[in-house]
């Protein structure tokens, strides 16, 4: 039974409805990628700003590296249950190539995803920036009348650390790499699990909270070394910073590292759990068969995958075909 058979909605939005699954889908799709990637950075850098305001001001309190973290996870969370089901959830350049190279998702619509993502992030970043504009436009200036925003401000303790990820001062890149480079496998690893259908672990609804957890514990451990994780959020929030505080803010050669390392990593990730981790011939857990035939049974564009054997709504499947005949 799907929600047009029990609940009737306004023309306006039936009529919307109809056009969007067909005229403009393929927008719709980007706009929920878009929506997921701004969500996840909104929430995190918005924690963000308040530890590096706190910090520079010595007030305490404001925020911390857990905080941060927690923020980053919840905005994981908001966004796969808000925009999973129009989208798929990628919400990671890394994802959508994985999806690409793998499971035969349009390339086409791959690189209409990226930019929707790259776009949600810098979106996100520059929101930010205007919520936070009234203290840190005052902060900067009191920074540099005191001499000391020219040696924080492209740096993770500065203003503009807020929006562009930066490696700390002084660091050597190629531990930076190698910091990276693990956090993103093991997110991967994280990731794949999680929607590996035969987990009996991971039911559907545990799946966004598990994927927010590996990220928050990434950050509590290893943002201090240099963590971008994401590159729709370093690219964008690298953008945005250029956008307010011009070339300065590209962050040099580490800006390639943090943009570019999660895709062979994540892609390691999923080569892995394939090989030596995915089994076909485990049975696939009632949540988890629920789960797909929730989408596989969409009125316009699924398959009409009758319900289990003895089903309550065993009854319905003629009406669910006629659905599907009418649409």
């Not at 924690?47 to 910090?55: I, L, Q």
């Not at 401000?153 to 490696?167: D, E, H």
């Not at 953008?239 to 390691?268: F, K, R």
């Given at each position: ?129 205007a919520q936070y504009r009234n203290i ?172 289990p054997s003895g089903s309550p709504v ?14």
């Amino acid at each position: 039974m799907h929600l047009s058979d029990v609940k009737r909605r306004p023309r306006l939005f039936s009529s919307w409805e109809k056009y969007r699954h067909t005229k403009i889908h393929w927008f719709v799709e980007c706009f929920a990628e878009f929506l997921g990637v701004f969500l996840y950075t909104w929430c995190g850098v918005g924690s963000t700003a308040n530890f590096v305001v706190g910090n520079l001001t010595d007030t305490p309190g404001l925020s911390s590296i857990f905080q941060i973290g927690i923020a980053y996870a919840c905005g994981i969370v908001f966004a796969l249950v808000i925009c999973c089901a129009t989208s798929g959830g990628h919400f990671h350049p890394a994802v959508t190539l994985v999806k690409v190279l793998f499971d035969g998702f349009p390339a086409y619509k791959g690189v209409a995803y990226v930019a929707a993502q790259i776009f949600g992030g810098y979106v996100a970043c520059l929101l930010v920036y205007a919520q936070y504009r009234n203290i840190l436009v005052p902060l900067e200036a009191a920074l540099e009348a005191a001499g000391e925003l020219a040696a924080i401000q492209f740096t993770p303790s500065g203003p503009a650390g807020i929006f562009g990820l930066y490696a700390p001062a002084g660091a050597h890149l190629g531990w930076v790499f190698l910091n990276e480079f693990v956090c993103d496998v093991v997110l991967g690893l994280g990731i794949f699990a999680c929607i590996d259908p035969t987990n009996v672990f991971v039911p559907p609804p545990l799946a966004p909270i598990l994927v927010g957890a590996v990220y928050a514990v990434c950050i509590w451990g290893y943002a201090t070394p240099g963590l971008a994780a994401n590159a729709a959020r370093d690219v964008g929030g690298r953008l945005a910073a250029m956008t307010i505080w011009g070339m300065d803010a590209s962050g040099g050669a580490y800006a390639a590292i943090a943009a570019l390392t999660n895709i062979p990593a994540m892609l390691l990730a999923y080569v892995m759990y394939e090989l030596l981790l995915m089994d076909t011939d485990r049975v696939i857990p009632a949540a988890q068969l629920d789960y797909l035939r929730v989408h596989q049974n969409h009125a316009r564009t699924g398959t009409s995958l009758p319900p289990p054997s003895g089903s309550p709504v065993e009854s319905t499947d003629k009406m669910n075909v006629t659905h599907i005949e009418r649409a």
